[in-house]
């Protein structure tokens, strides 16, 4: 199945191993890629869960992901293509290959997102966040709510309905 969806990418004209220019910033896990060939390409960092936008810590997530990233040159390693259509991928900073995804969650400003990945080396990179209290780990417990948590707290009257 991924390598049909990698398959459809490469056929929509955007392949897999992409590179192109961040130009936007919507939280601290999605962004917006301008390929070479001028597409704009969403894309949903893969195994990392940020901060809603009612949650604490969201703006300082975004705002890192922005230092990070935004109008520099990434390259994506495509893992697959979400529900909502977003490319869902491990970003590289192609200046020095730092992987942001990784260096989201280092820094604080990103849960693991378990669901879809057991990385031990990233599940380790969450411990040491914590253990040194960076980022969303500053705040007090009670404000440190996992997104997919926040999300499942917080749906729409009609999304329990059609989930139910």
Not at 51 to 64: D, F, I, L, M
Not at 127 to 141: T, Y
Request: proline share 6%; with cysteine; charged share 30%.
């Amino acid at each position: 199945m991924l390598l049909l969806v990698l398959v459809g990418l490469g056929a929509c004209g955007e392949p897999p191993g992409t590179t192109g220019r961040v130009t936007r910033i919507f939280d601290g896990d999605s962004l917006i890629v301008r390929t070479p060939m001028g597409q704009e390409v969403e894309v949903r960092l893969f195994g990392i869960d940020a901060p809603e936008r009612s949650q604490p810590w969201n703006r300082r997530s975004r705002q890192a992901l922005g230092k990070l990233v935004r109008d520099r040159e990434v390259s994506l390693e495509v893992v697959t293509v979400d529900a909502y259509g977003r490319t869902v991928a491990l970003v590289r900073r192609t200046s020095d290959d730092l992987e942001v995804n990784r260096e989201m969650v280092r820094q604080g400003h990103a849960w693991v997102y378990r669901r879809y990945t057991q990385d031990p080396s990233l599940i380790a990179l969450e411990e040491a966040a914590r253990d040194e209290r960076r980022g969303i780990w500053s705040l007090p417990e009670t404000d440190r709510v996992p997104p997919w948590a926040w999300r499942k707290q917080n749906r729409r009257p009609r999304q329990r309905e059609q989930e139910g």
